[in-house]
């Protein structure tokens, strides 16, 4: 039975990623991506890769993957993990408008995504903008508010990807890798801008965007 089963079935492990493999030696092809595998399986699989045979049919293996989310796909590799102050500021920047902006920093040492910078209700645009570093990525909530052409005072909660050219191309890497999962935590996000240059995200752009 292990040899029929490892003749249909492989599985390819590193150290962060799982891809199940489905051929015949000669041909064979990614059936899906899956989260991590650190929540399902012992660390003593890796590292180095191994190479395991399954000894069970697809629709067994496909049950002890029960975490699987194809949205996450892009962003699992990078294993960056959101620090619970940054879903808790966000809330109350939303429902009680709080703050004017939040900067979100990714240490990559700790591997994950913190608050670097609050900044009050009364602090301006220039405030936010002098806060993004000119050599190194962030992310950013920015709560805009605007006129409509009918005189209707609104408001529009922006997300900002800022990457300057200038900054390491393995932190741009990073960042573009895990923005699509954290975004997705922060609940409540009306227009999102990506920025290499402060021309890419001034007022006229944020006022256009807006409307």
Not at 36 to 54: D, E, G, M, N, R
Not at 57 to 73: D, E, I, Q, T, V
Not at 110 to 137: H, I, M, N, R
């Amino acid at each position: 039975m292990l040899e029929n089963a490892a003749s249909k079935f492989r599985c390819s492990f590193n150290f962060a990623d799982i891809f199940i493999l489905v051929g015949n030696g000669r041909e064979r092809q990614p059936l899906f991506f899956c989260v991590t595998a650190t929540h399902h399986l012992p660390l003593s699989l890796y590292p180095p890769p191994k190479i395991l045979s399954l000894p069970f049919s697809l629709r067994s293996s496909l049950g002890r993957f029960r975490s699987f989310n194809p949205a996450a796909m892009a962003n699992a590799a990078s294993g960056i993990a959101l620090h619970d102050e940054c879903k808790l500021k966000f809330l109350e920047l939303k429902a009680k408008r709080t703050y004017r902006f939040i900067v979100f920093k990714i240490e990559e040492k700790q591997k994950q995504v913190v608050v670097e910078k609050l900044g009050e209700p009364t602090q301006s645009y220039e405030d936010f903008a002098a806060s993004l570093p000119a050599d190194e990525c962030r992310y950013a909530v920015y709560d805009f508010d605007f006129v409509t052409e009918e005189n209707c005072q609104k408001s529009r909660i922006f997300f900002i990807a800022w990457s300057p050219d200038t900054s390491r191309v393995r932190s741009k890497m990073i960042y573009a890798s895990s923005k699509d999962r954290f975004k997705r935590e922060l609940d409540g996000i009306q227009v999102e801008l990506q920025a290499t240059d402060p021309s890419e995200m001034g007022l006229d752009v944020l006022n256009s965007r807006a409307r």
